[in-house]
């Protein structure tokens, strides 16, 4: 039973890091897009949507969801690890301004603390 549980906990890292990495990619992938020409830039735009929704639908299946924040004021108390924190002053309202790596939930609550850049609220 334990080496079953072991396994399924095993599995279930495998995913969260398959997601972060898949993330990531649709970060780079996006930036890439944004080069091209209008012509080119829908081809790919399509193909992007598909993964986004396939990659989706099999996260849904393990119960685990992607939590973007990127633009939403930063709660200290949020599920994110700030790497520019040390750059601002307690009384500066703060906007996340990128997300390096997502929120990860899960059925059962909090799976994986996102990574992000803050920015001054304008």
């Not at 399924?8 to 890439?32: D, G, H, P, Y």
Request: aromatic share 8%; hydrophobic share 45%.
């Amino acid at each position: 039973m334990e080496n079953q549980e072991n396994q399924v906990n095993e599995l279930t890292q495998a995913v969260i890091n398959m997601a972060v990495e898949s993330w990531r990619f649709t970060k780079v992938f996006t930036r890439a897009i944004s080069k091209l020409d209008a012509g080119e830039k829908s081809r790919y735009v399509s193909q992007y949507r598909w993964f986004m929704k396939k990659n989706e639908e099999t996260l849904a299946k393990f119960g685990i969801t992607l939590v973007n924040m990127e633009g939403a004021k930063f709660d200290p108390g949020a599920a994110v690890n700030a790497l520019n924190i040390a750059d601002f002053s307690p009384d500066d309202t703060l906007i996340i301004e990128q997300m390096i790596e997502p929120i990860i939930m899960g059925k059962d609550g909090l799976l994986h603390a996102g990574t992000v850049i803050l920015r001054r609220s304008d």
